[in-house]
């Protein structure tokens, strides 16, 4: 599958915060860390099947932020974030692709393919490779994973 490639640092946290995730029961969605000007954030996506609250966020920063400072895994300094992986949240993990068999998706080709680069259908299936995808019209198309730009998950707010 066409995954997210994690830094180093961004491969170390997740393996440090999805125990805590776990224990709290809470899906670890992703883990960012990016300079933004020259300030850098450590974001920490989280979900459940309820959906995500301000307090759930808090719930997982007080031991998420104990435990990077216990640990001290990264040498700059930086702002945690604890947040919702939003309703339109890329699938960027295999887990990811599994858990939304049956969704919405958008996907965003690199080139069009038959005149088409944005498709909205059902993901029926995904492996290493592809996916499949159900249109409205009611064709099944496969689209490999390397010709994607993203794929998301869509809602429709007409």
């Given at each position: ?13 997740y393996d440090l915060v999805k125990p805590i995730t776990d224990e709290l ?123 994607t730009a993203h794929v998301k998950l869509y809602l429709d707010f007409a």
């Open positions: 599958m066409k995954l997210k490639k994690f830094g180093n640092t961004e491969r170390k946290i029961e809470y899906f670890l969605w992703d883990i960012s860390f990016v300079k933004e000007g020259a300030v850098w954030y450590l974001r920490v996506f989280i979900d459940r099947d309820e959906g995500i609250s301000i307090q759930d966020c808090e719930t997982v920063t007080a031991p998420v932020s104990d435990m990077l400072d216990r640990e001290d895994p990264i040498e700059q300094s930086y702002i945690l974030e604890v947040g919702s992986a939003g309703l339109e949240r890329e699938l960027v993990r295999e887990e990811h692709f599994e858990a939304c068999i049956g969704d919405t998706v958008q996907v965003r080709l690199i080139r069009a393919v038959d005149g088409e680069k944005d498709i909205i259908g059902t993901l029926l299936s995904a492996d290493r490779d592809k996916i499949t995808v159900r249109t409205d019209d009611g064709n099944e198309k496969e689209y490999m994973l390397a010709d």
